[in-house]
């Protein structure tokens, strides 16, 4: 490949990145002034029905923040930070370490991990054999 088009490509590449930045962004201060009001601790199913009615605006779609929770497994929130990572991690993929704070929780983090200690340990036993 040419290097203008190598650098071409990088840059079309950085772009990308940004705007799914600057999305996860804007949907992540969506979610703040929605849920910094709420009481908690609170569940699952209550903000669902709380947020049945309100919009998130995704690139290429729109659904609302309760079905969102609705897609997620019950579960109990302490804070309007762990509700926001819930919903964050579900919409975006995104949230904890990878955005900069890793005292965020991200399921998706952990399921790596998983897989990954799942594939040493086949690769353990394999040797054994």
Do not use: C
Request: glycine share 6%.
């Amino acid at each position: 490949m040419p290097e203008d088009e190598h650098a071409s490509e990088t840059s079309h590449i950085g772009r990308m990145d940004q705007r799914e930045r600057d999305r996860t962004e804007r949907i992540e201060e969506e979610l703040r002034e929605e849920l910094d009001g709420q009481q908690y601790p609170t569940n699952t199913a209550e903000l669902s029905r709380e947020y049945a009615e309100t919009i998130v605006h995704l690139p290429r779609d729109t659904e609302s923040l309760g079905d969102v929770f609705d897609r997620l497994a019950p579960d109990e929130y302490d804070s309007p930070q762990d509700a926001r990572e819930a919903v964050l991690g579900e919409l975006t993929g995104t949230a904890g370490f990878e955005r900069g704070d890793d005292s965020e929780y991200n399921p998706e983090r952990e399921l790596d991990a998983l897989e990954e200690t799942e594939r040493e340990e086949g690769k353990s036993e394999l040797d054994v054999e």
